[in-house]
């Protein structure tokens, strides 16, 4: 089975912090998403990337980085966490096949 | 115009029922169809994949491609109250390096 994990399942920070959320796959994956999710606009794709070292920006990635210095790793920063940002976060992976497998989530609240 | 768009939901049916939960997508050149299943406050979790015209069935699900049409579904048979989620619809775009296209989701009541 495909496993994804993410670092926290709830994470409460304070506005103008640095926050690190971090994503591990074990499935040898090529790509690998940040997206959020907020009640009535869907998924949103943050960032992804298909290799190690290399990152795509996706539809809302203001505010946001990534890194990913291993296959199996992606870690999203939050900079500055501001309000706005509270939010669910989940990671995925894929393979060549395109099916993503998705983390349980990270619930962030910004306070 | 939206990449993906699904049925706005709720949808709301009775146990033993067949659910039907539609999508469209504006890229034509798009080749891979998936449709997953969210349960309230986790992940989603993919339940069928497709990418040929036609029908491909799997238990009590059935996905439908017709790319004429730029339209997928699925049919849930049978349905039950566990069936009760959050169905997304995703998508591929030419070569977009492993990226999906979501739906914003159909929420599936299915009431005993």
């Known amino acids: 089975d495909v496993k994804v994990t993410q670092s926290s399942r709830y994470l409460v920070k304070r506005t103008g912090e640095k926050v690190f959320l971090e994503c591990v796959q074990d499935?040898?994956?090529?790509?690998m998403f940040w997206y959020r999710q907020d009640p009535g606009l869907g998924l949103r794709l943050i960032y992804f990337s298909y290799d190690v070292k290399m990152k795509e920006k996706g539809d809302i990635p203001e505010g946001y980085s990534v890194s990913r210095e291993k296959k199996e790793r992606f870690s999203l920063i939050l900079e500055s966490a501001s309000t706005n940002q509270t939010s669910m976060y989940l990671c995925?992976?894929?393979?060549?096949?395109?099916?993503?497998?998705f983390g349980p989530g990270t619930r962030l609240t910004v306070l | 115009q939206k990449e993906v768009e699904q049925n706005s939901g709720p949808l709301s049916v009775p146990e033993g029922a067949i659910a039907s939960l539609n999508c469209t997508y504006s890229d034509r050149v798009s080749q891979s169809f998936f449709w997953y299943r969210q349960y309230s406050g986790k992940s989603p979790e993919l339940i069928m994949s497709i990418y040929s015209n036609g029908d491909k069935e799997d238990g009590r699900f059935t996905a439908q491609l017709n790319k004429a049409s730029q339209y997928v579904s699925l049919l849930i048979r049978d349905s039950q109250p566990s069936d009760s989620a959050t169905y997304l619809c995703?998508?591929?775009?030419?070569?977009?390096?492993?990226?999906?296209?979501f739906g914003r989701g159909t929420q599936l009541t299915v009431w005993p």
């Open positions: 995925a992976s894929s393979s060549s096949s395109g099916t993503q497998y």
């Open positions: 995703a998508v591929t775009r030419g070569s977009t390096l492993g990226r999906l296209y």
């Open positions: 499935m040898d994956h090529e790509n």
